[in-house]
Nanobody, 116 residues
Framework: QVQLVESGGDLVQPGGSLKLSCAASGIIFSIYTMNWYRQAPGKEREKVAVISSVGSTNYADSVKGRFTISRDNTKKTVYLQMNSLKPEDTAVYYC??????????WGQGTQVTVSS
């Protein structure tokens, strides 16, 4: 079955950096667009970054210039490099994939806390 497992979340000071990873299994990883979402307490889940199967990327305005999404198809892993972190980046970060059938899969999430 499809599994997405995120890791890399942590407590970091404002201005710091973190790199999140999402390891996928049960899918032909290389053909799918992969997404990172986040959900802060009391807020709706929002899409943060997208990377297509051919490596095209797109970002939410709130993270442009600070976050970078990448993928390693040999490792079936998608990454989110987060720099210049702000307290408002505090959230649970999730990776996501939408299959050709329309079924969407989510990981369990990883907590990122930006605080001094």
């Amino acid at each position: 079955q499809v599994q997405l497992v995120e890791s890399g979340g942590d407590l970091v000071q404002p201005g710091g950096s973190l790199k999140l990873s999402c390891a996928a299994s049960g899918i032909i990883f290389s053909i799918y667009t992969m997404n990172w979402y986040r959900q802060a307490p009391g807020k709706e889940r929002e899409k943060v970054a997208v990377i297509s199967s051919v490596g095209s990327t797109n970002y939410a305005d709130s993270v442009k210039g600070r976050f970078t999404i990448s993928r390693d198809n040999t490792k079936k892993t998608v990454y989110l490099q987060m720099n210049s972190l702000k307290p408002e980046d505090t959230a649970v970060y999730y990776c996501n994939v939408r299959m050709n059938s329309g079924t969407t899969y989510w990981g369990q999430g990883t907590q990122v806390t930006v605080s001094s």
